[in-house]
């Protein structure tokens, strides 16, 4: 079945460093791939999203580009910032339902 | 538009007990699901509905577990005779199911099972 393998964390990092979060994705046809981000203490929120091969999603700095040929679609961010602290989620949507990988847990410190 | 609320927000319950949550999609959203979060895991998609119709059940939901959308609005997912392993973070999330159709969540129901 469809399914969706990320980095494990957590992702250390220091304020203005790059980011990259992989991200691998198994399913037959052609999945819609999104990015996903949860804050503390909130709920899942979509950061960006991409719905055919070579699209780019973007969002608040972040880019991830749906590569069919290495089936990939890795978060990255040219400078984080503390604010950017959240565990984030991979996800492929082939039909109605989401399927998500198990997040990896960004840590951003000053 | 107030976004998808759930209630309750936490729920502590002993083994065998039964337990219903709520979810209170953005209006006007005709699509409805229901995913389960353990610990360290992404969600896992558990049913949705199209308006009051269940269309898709996971294998994950045994038959303990039951969801309802009687008048295509609010939905409720009960559990029944509750065991240790239900234990997890409950999200709801709805959408318009139109177009690019995003899901939006909910800030989810914390089960703990004693």
């Known amino acids: 079945g469809d399914s969706v393998t990320q980095m494990e964390g957590p992702v250390t990092l220091s304020e203005e460093a790059f980011l990259t979060i992989n991200c691998t994705y198994t399913a037959t046809g052609y999945p819609s791939l999104f990015w996903y981000v949860q804050y503390p203490g909130e709920g899942l929120q979509l950061l960006l999203k991409a719905t055919k091969a070579d699209d780019k999603g973007s969002n608040k700095g972040f880019e991830a580009t749906y590569r069919k040929e290495t089936t990939s679609f890795h978060l990255e961010k040219g400078s984080v910032q503390v604010s950017d602290s959240a565990v984030y989620f991979c996800a492929l949507r082939n039909t109605d339902k989401l399927i998500f990988g198990t997040g990896t847990r960004l840590q951003v410190f000053p | 538009d107030t976004g998808v609320s759930q209630n309750p927000r936490h729920k502590i319950t002993k083994r065998g007990q039964n337990v219903t949550f709520r979810c209170d999609p953005i209006?006007?959203?005709?699509?409805l699901y229901w995913y389960r979060q353990t610990l360290g895991q992404g969600p896992e998609f558990l049913t949705y509905?199209?308006?009051?119709?269940?269309?898709?059940k996971s294998r994950l939901l045994s038959d303990r577990f039951s969801a309802e959308r009687p008048k295509g609005s609010f939905s409720t997912l009960e559990i029944q005779r509750t065991e240790q392993g239900d234990s997890a973070m409950y999200l709801c999330a709805s959408s318009s199911g139109a177009g690019f159709d995003e899901q939006f969540f909910g800030p989810g129901t914390r089960l703990t099972v004693l």
């Open positions: 209006s006007e959203h005709n699509r």
């Open positions: 509905f199209q308006n009051e119709a269940q269309l898709e």
